[in-house]
């Protein structure tokens, strides 16, 4: 019976979200296709420890519930529906998927473009692709990006409402504007995988990863391919990231724990990208990324290249936050006096940001401003929410005696 159980929970971590998508794409209804799949796990459940672990457990799921779709739409108040009448006809007539068929449609690209479609919020659009793809509980999202499940079943609510009234396409966008659809696509990915990022909680992290790899191998644009790899390049480093509960700054981290495979792995999918000659915001993240990973120590870290690359990602996607990141990269180039107008430049935006008071604080202490410097390690304090951060921040206000 375990062995049934362990099978049953690989089959659905392997194949939910190419699971789910091709029966959103039969059912076009986000809600039914999440319960039929329901169903036929649950008649997995029921079925498999007696008949064995079909062949194609996926193919099997996307037969069953299928089936089940048929039987709640026909004991629906929606039976008399001509959308629901055409979809039990289309189902009934296309039965013809055998559960050991060895191939099933991977609808994958046309679910992440369609949860990620401009006309939903920001928000919808992550905790729906979490939802969808990857197969998470409205309590697992919620968790994830501190906000209550009935918020969250609520976002989701409204996001499938939103795709249903609104007649939105379930499809990958023309050549023509899939750039600009694009560009919401890996903006979530990057947000579920900040998201899991700091503090560590790998399911996020690997989600992410895993869906730039889907897009990657369906769509091999050259900025999924920057995303891919400035994920890939900062995940290496996470094995070195905390001392126990700690956080250890990038200066001091062992790099003889990063993983350097996964090193190998990203600059190769920088530079395949690079190759393109289609540079974008991801991969300029991810060079610099990749000039961290390829650095002896801290003081062998080309900065002023990062600083240049810095500059290069604000004209390109300016942002206060890049700006911040530059004045780091400045300072340790030994430019400090460019590094404190960068920040006091951005510091009317960045007030509430935790990286801003941090970074401003340790400028401060290299110039000698002991108490101004005490002053910002203590607002940065306050504003994190992560434990192992607040130690790392003590520890560094305790330095300053």
């Given amino acids: 019976m375990r062995s049934i159980d362990k099978a049953l929970a690989r089959v659905y ?9 091709v029966l959103i794409a039969q059912l076009n209804d986000f809600d039914l296709a999440e319960e039929a799949f329901q169903d036929a796990m649950i008649e997995a459940a029921r079925v498999w ?3 064995g672990v079909p062949e194609n457990g996926a193919a ?14 026909r004991k629906s108040k929606r039976r008399r529906d001509q ?4 979809t039990i006809l289309l189902l009934g007539e296309d039965d013809t998927m055998a559960e050991t068929a060895h191939t099933i449609p991977d609808e994958r690209l046309r679910l992440i473009f369609t949860c990620c479609h401009p006309a939903l919020a920001p928000e919808a659009q992550v905790a729906l692709t979490l939802r969808t793809l990857c197969g998470l509980t409205a309590a ?16 989701l609510t409204r996001a499938k409402s939103k795709i249903r009234n609104a007649g939105i396409a379930y499809r990958v966008p023309e050549q023509d504007d899939i750039l600009q659809r694009l560009k919401p696509v890996l903006s979530v990915i990057y947000l579920i995988y900040n998201a899991g990022y700091a503090p560590i909680k790998g399911d996020l992290v690997d989600e992410a990863i895993r869906l730039a790899s889907i897009l990657h191998h369906l769509l091999p644009n050259p900025e999924v391919g920057g995303l891919l790899a400035l994920m890939t390049l900062h995940t290496a480093r996470n094995p070195a990231r905390f001392d126990g509960k700690k956080m250890v700054s990038l200066e001091h981290q062992d790099r003889n724990l990063w993983d350097k495979s996964a090193i190998e792995r990203g600059k190769n ?24 990973c390829q650095a002896g120590d801290w003081a062998d870290t080309d900065w002023q290249q990062i600083s240049d690359l810095y500059l290069a990602l604000d004209m390109r996607a300016p942002s206060p936050i890049v700006r911040l990141n530059r004045a780091v990269a400045l300072a340790n180039a030994g430019d400090l006096a ?26 401060l202490a290299r110039d000698g401003q002991t108490s101004a410097a005490k002053r910002h390690y203590k607002t940065a304090i306050s504003l994190s929410n992560s434990a192992a951060e607040q130690a790392f921040l003590r520890d560094r206000l305790a330095d300053l005696g």
């Fill in 338 to 363: 460019a590094a404190f107008q960068e920040v006091e430049q951005v510091a009317p935006m960045l007030g509430d940001y935790q990286p801003y008071h941090a970074v401003h604080a340790d400028l």
């Fill in 60 to 73: 099997w799921l996307i037969t069953v519930a299928r089936r089940r779709a048929i039987d709640r739409l």
């Fill in 49 to 51: 420890p007696a008949s």
């Fill in 83 to 86: 959308t629901a009448i055409d």
């Fill in 140 to 155: 697992e999202i919620a968790a994830a990006f501190l906000t209550s499940e009935s918020t969250m079943q609520q976002r």
């Fill in 13 to 21: 971590r392997e194949n939910s979200g190419r699971v789910l998508a």
């Fill in 269 to 292: 999918l920088l530079l395949h990208s690079l190759a393109q000659r289609q540079t974008g915001p991801y991969q300029i993240q991810a060079a610099i990324s990749a000039l961290h």
